[in-house]
């Protein structure tokens, strides 16, 4: 069995500002830099076969932080970025529910009838997300493999292994910044650890 170790990148600036990232990028914070290294201490514990990252510098960073330790390459996998927001990214919650209204609260409440404005579904995410995790359980069938993403493609992708639905997409657990969950391929089992 493949154990994913699926992490997701640190506190970034356009988090502590409100906005949507999506595909755009914004640096880690100094807390996000802790969270990282305080989540390493945990990984550690853990023989890592491989790395696989989003090609978003935020998740490449968290990456290139938890591995400072090892001597491991990252694989850099686009189809790991976070859901693209189209017209979204870049802008403040506030605005976008006073602009939005309807299409925000379905993101939120209701995201299986999103409408993505110049972006993707989360339909679409979800099974990007899972032919990425397929080709690493092919590769590395009985090995621990870290994968470092964002909030959105890694709900989308547990999601998938509870059987649960879309719209339960933001229903709790919280994937806070710099968590770590941990999935079993073979049963699909799911544990939060961080």
């Not at 009838?113 to 679409?124: A, F, R």
């Amino acid at each position: 069995m493949t154990v994913f170790f699926l992490v997701r990148h640190g506190e970034t600036r356009w988090n502590r500002q409100g906005r949507m990232q999506g595909r755009k990028d914004s640096p880690l914070t100094e807390t996000g830099v802790e969270q990282v290294r305080d989540l390493r201490e945990t990984l550690n514990e853990f023989d890592l076969k491989a790395a696989y990252s989003s090609t978003a510098g935020r998740a490449l960073r968290t990456a290139e932080i938890l591995l400072e330790d090892r001597e491991l390459s990252i694989t850099k996998e686009s189809d790991l970025k976070e859901i693209d927001l189209g017209d979204w990214e870049g802008k403040k919650f506030d605005h976008l529910k006073e602009a939005y209204p309807k299409n925000f609260q379905m993101f939120w409440e209701d995201p299986e009838k999103y409408i993505p404005p110049g972006g993707e579904t989360v339909e679409e995410v979800q099974e990007r997300g899972l032919r990425v995790l397929e080709d690493i359980h092919r590769k590395y069938p009985d090995e621990n493999v870290l994968v470092v993403s964002h909030s959105c493609i890694l709900k989308a992708i547990l999601l998938h292994h509870s059987e649960r639905p879309i719209k339960d997409l933001w229903k709790p657990p919280e994937l806070k910044p710099a968590s770590l969950t941990l999935l079993d391929s073979t049963t699909s089992e799911v544990s939060y650890h961080h």
